[in-house]
């Protein structure tokens, strides 16, 4: 079974600062690899698919890349709304969706 | 607009049963898989269960095989979780969320708003 991990488990960034989250999967996970975000109180939402596809109504201040076994997601110069949890997830191999454990991104 | 609404979370004693059900609206619900993710209070997420468009597919993460059961009524436009057994550890905020779905542009999947299951005597 695969695992998803993320480092760090928090990041503390001051506003206007850049942000790099990793996620390091166990085994290949090709591009099938997904990073949402999650604010307090509410649902995960859909950021990046395909490992570098921004999803709709994000701004390009977001980034993904990688393949394989090494992912990273970028916030060039956070905004305050951009404080939250990050969770990494693949769905390329079983189980269906795997998630990493987390990085919340504070505020500094 | 997409829209999943969950229902059903409640208290419940260890070793009781709960439905929940997601009551989707907005795009044809007959045509996607879906699944329940669940969330323990201050956790990350955990997938639990998927299911095909007619319902003939279904899939469990191991800790809850053999206890909860997936399923749907296209007819209905929902989609639901029996959960029998439950455990203190099954205690969470479940999500049900569609599978990735894509138009000639872009992609995205859509989640409910979550209902929580306490389990507890």
């Known amino acids: 079974e695969i695992v998803m991990t993320q480092s760090p488990a928090t990041l503390s960034v001051s506003p206007g600062e850049r942000a790099t989250l990793s996620c390091r999967a166990s085994q290949s996970v090709s591009s099938n690899l997904a990073w949402y975000q999650q604010k307090p109180g509410q649902a995960p939402r859909l950021l990046i698919y395909?490992?570098?596809t921004r999803a709709t109504g994000f701004p390009a201040r977001f980034s993904g890349s990688g393949s394989g076994t090494e992912f990273t997601l970028t916030i060039s110069s956070l905004q305050s709304e951009d404080f939250a949890v990050y969770y990494c997830?693949?769905?390329?191999?079983?189980?269906?969706?795997?998630f990493g454990q987390g990085t919340k991104v504070e505020i500094k | 607009e997409v829209l999943l609404v969950e229902s059903g979370g409640t208290l419940v004693h260890p070793g009781g049963s709960l439905r929940l059900s997601c009551e989707a609206s907005?795009?044809?619900?007959?045509?996607?898989?879906m699944h329940w993710v669940r969330q323990a209070p201050g956790k990350g997420l955990m997938w639990v269960s998927r299911i095909n468009i007619d319902g003939s597919t279904t899939n469990y993460a191991d800790s809850v095989k053999g206890r909860f059961t997936i399923s749907r009524d296209n007819g209905k436009n929902t989609l639901y979780l029996q959960m029998n057994s439950l455990r203190v550890e099954d205690t969470a905020v479940y999500y049900c969320a569609t599978s990735l779905y894509c138009s000639t542009s872009s992609c995205s999947n859509s989640w409910g708003q979550g209902t929580l299951v306490a389990v507890s005597s």
């Open positions: 907005g795009f044809t619900f007959s045509n996607s898989w």
């Open positions: 395909g490992a570098s």
């Open positions: 997830q693949q769905y390329n191999n079983w189980p269906p969706w795997t």
